[in-house]
C-alpha cells in the first residue's frame, strides 16, 4: 500500500457568519479524512451535514476558516496561483445537476472543449477535437458523431451525466469529487452510470469523494464511508463495517431509515431509533453535538467535551462515548 | 368483499403538443378498494403522474382526458362541469399532494395564512373555526400548532411536506393521491413521513393512491402495486405477490432488480439498459419489447392486461 495519501484533510473548518457576525453558521466543523490512490470515499450524511461545503473546500471552490488540505503531501490551503490552477486541472468536480451545470447553448463539443481551452491543453484544433472524441467514447456515449453537435436539453439525465463525466476526464484528473451524481437520474440507470464510473475509475486508478445522502448506492459504490453529523464525522470505516457493524447511534439510525423492497411492513410503523430533527448549523448543541437527538445520551453526553474518534476496530472509528454499551 | 371508491376504466390522456399527441395515458384501467393503498410505479415518463391528475379531473394543459371513466365513490367525474368537480369533488372527496408542493409554498405568507386562504377558497369558513381547523391538521400530521405563525423558510424540508399534506386533508376527503411524497427528502426525514401517512391512513379511514418510482418505498406503504410502462398497466398484483418472488412482467422483474437493497452485498447492481420509448409515436407492439431480454416473435402483436392468477394481472405473452 503507498505511504502516502492522494488526499489529505486536517482539522478542516468551514464557518459563515451572518447577520453582520452575529450568527455563525459552522457548516464544517473540524473534520479530517485521507483519500488513497484508486479509493472511492464516500462522504454520507443528511441535508444540512455540511458534506457538499466539504466537496466544495476539497475542489477549493471555498477557502476554509480553519485546517488545511494536503494534495499528495503538499498543502492546497496555501498554494499560490499557479499551483492552484495546476490542482485545479487535477481535482475535479462532478455536480448534482448535470444540466445547470453546462451551458444551454453550447453543443456537447464545446461543452467538452471549454476546459481544454481554460487550461491550455491541446496544442491545435484537431489535437482537442480528438481528445473530445477520446472522452466521450471513454464515458460510451457512442457513437460520438450522435451526440457532439447536440445541445444539453437533447439528452437524457444520464447521458447528461456521462458528458458531465467525460468533462473532467478530459483533464486527466487524479481526483474527482463526485457531489450526488446520480440522485436526480432515474433508479432504472443510476446503477448503469455508477457502473461506467467505476470502471473509468479502475482504468485510471482515479481517487473520489462520493458525496452522498443514499447509503444503499454508497455501499456499493465506494471502498471506505465517512458518515458526517453537523460538520463533523461521527464514524468512519469500510463499507460493510459501516452498513453490518455501525457503532455510532446515528449511522445506526440512518441505516435502520432505509427500506427495503419486500413486503409484509404494510400499515406497520417502524420505530426510528432517533429522535427530531437536524438542529441548525447556526445552533450546535453542547457537549455531543447529536445528543438531542440520540435515544442513548447521558447528562455525561449533554455536558462533558464533544467525543472524537475513537477506534471501534481495525480501520473503523466512531465519535460516541457509549459505543461499546450501547 | 370488493367496495372500489375509485373505479377507472379505459382511461386515455393525451398532451396535445405542436408535434402531435403524447399517449401519457393510454387506455389504463383499474380499481382502489376502501381502506387500500395502491402503489402506482414506473420510471420517470412512464404516465404516473399524468394519471393521478386524471383522477382529480385537473389534466396539466396542454393535456386532455380523451378517453375513459372515473368513478369516484360512485360519482362520474369526468361527466361533470368543472364548477361541479371543483365544488363536490376535488379535495372534498378526492385530493392531491403534488411531487415538489412543499416547495410551492408562498415564502411572503406564514403556514397559517396560506392554509387559512386555501380553507376559504374551498369553504368559507368564520376565522375562529378556520384557526381551529388549520391548528387541528397540523397537530394531525404532526407538527406544533405554532407553525401556522412562521414563514416557509423558517422550515425544514420534512415540516413543508408535512405541511402540504395537512393541505390536502383539509377537507376531509376519503381518498388522498400522493405523488413521490418523500423523494426530496433525507432517509431518516422519508421514513418519518411515511410514518405519519401510515398513521393517518389509519385514524382518517383514507385509501391511498402512492405514487413512486422507488420499489423500496412502495412497499413500506402499499397493499398492491400497479407497475405502468409508457402510458400503460404492465403488471398489477399485491405486494406480497411482486416481492414475494411472483413478479412475472420481465420490466417489473428489472425494476425490482435495480432496487438497491443496503443490507445484501452485491458486487454489480442491476440496471434497465435503454430508455422509455417516446409517447410521440409509441412502438408497435409491445411497448418494452425494445428494451426486453426475452422477447420473441409474438411480441410484435400487443399483450393485453390479462389475470395471470386471482388478482395478479399482466400485459405479457411471456405470463401466459
Known amino acids: ?326 | 368483499m370488493a367496495d372500489p371508491v375509485v373505479v377507472v376504466r379505459n382511461l386515455s390522456l393525451h398532451y396535445f403538443t405542436r408535434r402531435g399527441p403524447v399517449r401519457a395515458v393510454d387506455d389504463v384501467s383499474f380499481e382502489l378498494q376502501r381502506g387500500e393503498t395502491l402503489g402506482l410505479v414506473g420510471e420517470s415518463g412512464c404516465g404516473k403522474t399524468s394519471l393521478g391528475t386524471a383522477l382529480l379531473a385537473m389534466p396539466a394543459p396542454p393535456g386532455r382526458i380523451v378517453a375513459g371513466r372515473v368513478m369516484v365513490e360512485g360519482v362520474d367525474i369526468l361527466s361533470l362541469a368543472d364548477e361541479q368537480v371543483r365544488r363536490q369533488v376535488r379535495w372534498e372527496r378526492i385530493s392531491i399532494v403534488f411531487q415538489g408542493a412543499m416547495n410551492s409554498l408562498t415564502p411572503v405568507l406564514t403556514i397559517g395564512r396560506q392554509m387559512n386562504e386555501t380553507l376559504q377558497r374551498h369553504r368559507k369558513t368564520p376565522a375562529a373555526e378556520a384557526r381551529r381547523i388549520i391548528e387541528g391538521s397540523l397537530r394531525m400530521v404532526g407538527l406544533p400548532p405554532d407553525v401556522a405563525g412562521r414563514y416557509p423558510h423558517e422550515l425544514s424540508g420534512g415540516m413543508k411536506q408535512r405541511v402540504v399534506i395537512a393541505m390536502a386533508l383539509f377537507l376531509e376527503p376519503r381518498v388522498v393521491v400522493l405523488d413521490e411524497p418523500t423523494t426530496a427528502l433525507d432517509v431518516i426525514v422519508q421514513a418519518q413521513i411515511l410514518n405519519t401517512i401510515k398513521q393517518l391512513k389509519k385514524t382518517l379511514d383514507l385509501s391511498l393512491i402512492f405514487i413512486t418510482h422507488d420499489l423500496a418505498t412502495e412497499a413500506e406503504v402499499a397493499d398492491r402495486v400497479l407497475v405502468m410502462y409508457a402510458g400503460r398497466v404492465a403488471e398489477t398484483a399485491s405486494n406480497e405477490a411482486i416481492f414475494g418472488g411472483g413478479a412475472c412482467h420481465p420490466y417489473t422483474k428489472m425494476l425490482l432488480a435495480a432496487t438497491p437493497r443496503l443490507r445484501e452485498k452485491v458486487s454489480e447492481l442491476a440496471f434497465i439498459p435503454g430508455s422509455p420509448p417516446d409517447l410521440l409515436a409509441p412502438p408497435a407492439g409491445c411497448r418494452f419489447r425494445p428494451r426486453c431480454p426475452v422477447a420473441f416473435d409474438k411480441c410484435g402483436a400487443e399483450p393485453p392486461l390479462s389475470e395471470i392468477a386471482p388478482g395478479h394481472m399482466a400485459a405479457c405473452w411471456r405470463c401466459r
Request: aromatic share 6%; charged share 25%.
Open chain 1, 1 to 326: 500500500m503507498p505511504a502516502q495519501p492522494v488526499l489529505s484533510v486536517k482539522d478542516l473548518s468551514m464557518h459563515f457568519t451572518a447577520r453582520r457576525g452575529r450568527h455563525v453558521i459552522r457548516a464544517v466543523d473540524g473534520v479530517s479524512f485521507e483519500i488513497r490512490r484508486g479509493e472511492i470515499l464516500g462522504l454520507i450524511g443528511e441535508s444540512g451535514s455540511g458534506k457538499t461545503t466539504t466537496g466544495r473546500l476539497v475542489v477549493k471552490l471555498l477557502s476554509p476558516t480553519a485546517g488545511e488540505i494536503l494534495f499528495e503531501g503538499r498543502s492546497i490551503t496555501r498554494a499560490g496561483r499557479a499551483e492552484t490552477a495546476a490542482y485545479r486541472r487535477r481535482a475535479q468536480m462532478i455536480f448534482q445537476d448535470p444540466y445547470a451545470s453546462m451551458n444551454p447553448r453550447f453543443r456537447i463539443r464545446d461543452v467538452l472543449r471549454e476546459p481544454l481551452i481554460i487550461h491550455r491543453m491541446g496544442s491545435n484544433r484537431s489535437e482537442r477535437e480528438e481528445m473530445v472524441r477520446a472522452a466521450l467514447s471513454e464515458v460510451k456515449l457512442v457513437p460520438v458523431e450522435d451526440y457532439l453537435d447536440r445541445f444539453p436539453h437533447m439528452l437524457s439525465g444520464g447521458q447528461r451525466q456521462r458528458v458531465a463525466t467525460a468533462r473532467t476526464l478530459i483533464l486527466s484528473p487524479t481526483l474527482l469529487v463526485a457531489d450526488e451524481p446520480v440522485s436526480m437520474i432515474d433508479l432504472s440507470t443510476r446503477a448503469e452510470i455508477l457502473s461506467m464510473m467505476r470502471e473509468v475509475q479502475r482504468a485510471r486508478a482515479l481517487s473520489y469523494l462520493y458525496i452522498t445522502h443514499d447509503i444503499s448506492t454508497a455501499r456499493f459504490f465506494t471502498d471506505r464511508l465517512a458518515v458526517m453529523y453537523l460538520g463533523r464525522i461521527v464514524e468512519v470505516g469500510t463499507a460493510d463495517d459501516i452498513v453490518d457493524r455501525p457503532a455510532h447511534p446515528y449511522t445506526r439510525a440512518l441505516i435502520s431509515a432505509v427500506s427495503e423492497p419486500s413486503p409484509g411492513r404494510v400499515g406497520t410503523l417502524r420505530e426510528l431509533p432517533i429522535r427530531g430533527e437536524i438542529p441548525s448549523a447556526a445552533a450546535i448543541p453542547r457537549g455531543c453535538r447529536f445528543h438531542p437527538r440520540c435515544i442513548f445520551a447521558t447528562d455525561e453526553c449533554r455536558t462533558a467535551p464533544e467525543p472524537g474518534l475513537v477506534p471501534v476496530g481495525p480501520g473503523h472509528q466512531a465519535a460516541c462515548r457509549r459505543w461499546k454499551e450501547i
